[in-house]
């Protein structure tokens, strides 16, 4: 593969693996120069831990993009994560219209919603704003949550192959060149991801786990936005990435001091050895 440089826009929770710690070792690990952005910085994440602190980084963002502009520095592909204003939204897209390479790639994971719910930072207002970012997109990796509030669409927790597909297509039209649907479950023993481009739809399963763990949604995009830019299709990336964040959650079942993320990092050889 070429060395290509990607930058990732997201928040740092310092404590916690997801985000930016999550990030960074993942994609660094699939053999990319990986700049950071950091949207914000906490002290933990937010679920399960209390009187955390937050230092919000809206207006460092612009003036580290326009250091890195005066310096000619750009990248072969933007992989955003949670971004917590509108104004970061506007932000990321400027920083996609002049610090992309020709041919990068601008990856966006609408971090939002989960469980038919926005985060609570979130409103209509912000949604409104993530879908211009989607829009220009040359891929998105959405939950089901998300891609129902994408498109205006009724979320369903019960859903059939037609239904996902209405949420596919939507978000295609609004823009996306890709789209990598996340948590798409047709029985009760898996669960797995459908790719979409156009009219080509390919789903891939794999073994749905009894626990949820905090952190996977980013494990799982690192990992693909890893395998991706390495080299692999996008439904190889697709597939990779939902078997190494498998293989995280396997690797802290039974661990209940571990509550707070997944222990991804004793796995991460593994994921080399698929893309290597």
């Known amino acids: ?15 916690g693996q997801c985000s930016l ?20 910085v906490l002290s933990t994440h937010t679920m399960g831990f209390k009187d955390f ?11 580290i993009a326009a250091h890195w502009e005066k310096e000619g520095i750009k990248f072969d592909g933007i992989y955003t994560g949670y971004l917590g204003s509108t104004d970061q939204i506007d932000y990321v897209m400027d920083i996609f219209n002049k610090l992309m390479n020709d041919g990068g790639k601008k990856i966006v994971d609408p971090a939002m919603a989960d469980f038919g719910k926005l ?16 829009a220009i997109s040359d891929l998105t ?11 205006g ?19 295609l039209e ?4 890709e789209v990598v649907l996340t948590g798409v479950s047709y029985d009760e023993s898996s669960t797995g991801i459908l790719v979409a481009s156009d009219s080509n739809y390919q789903y891939y399963k794999h073994e749905k ?18 395998a991706y830019l390495h080299g692999k299709s996008t439904y190889e990336a697709a597939g990779i990435a939902g078997e190494y964040t498998v293989k995280c959650i396997k690797n802290t079942i039974g661990d209940d001091s571990h509550w707070y993320g997944v222990k991804f990092e004793p796995v991460l050889p593994e994921l080399i050895k698929v893309l290597y």
């Open 1 to 15: 593969m070429d060395y290509k440089r990607i930058l990732t826009i997201q928040d740092i929770s310092c404590v």
């Open 21 to 40: 710690t999550v990030a960074l070792p993942i994609l660094s690990a699939c053999g990319l120069e990986t700049a950071i952005l950091p949207s914000a």
């Open 174 to 177: 609004l823009g996306a060149k």
């Open 209 to 226: 786990l009894p626990i949820s763990c905090h952190g996977t949604g980013d494990v799982y995009a690192s990992a693909f936005v890893g």
């Open 119 to 134: 985060y609570p930072a979130f409103d209509a207002e912000y949604v409104k704003a993530m879908k211009k970012l989607v």
């Open 141 to 151: 990796i959405p939950n089901i949550t998300e891609a129902a509030f994408l498109t």
């Open 53 to 63: 602190t937050v230092r919000d980084l809206s207006d460092d963002i612009p003036r």
């Open 153 to 171: 669409i009724d979320y369903k927790e019960e859903y059939d192959e037609d239904y996902i597909k209405s949420l596919v297509k939507g978000l």
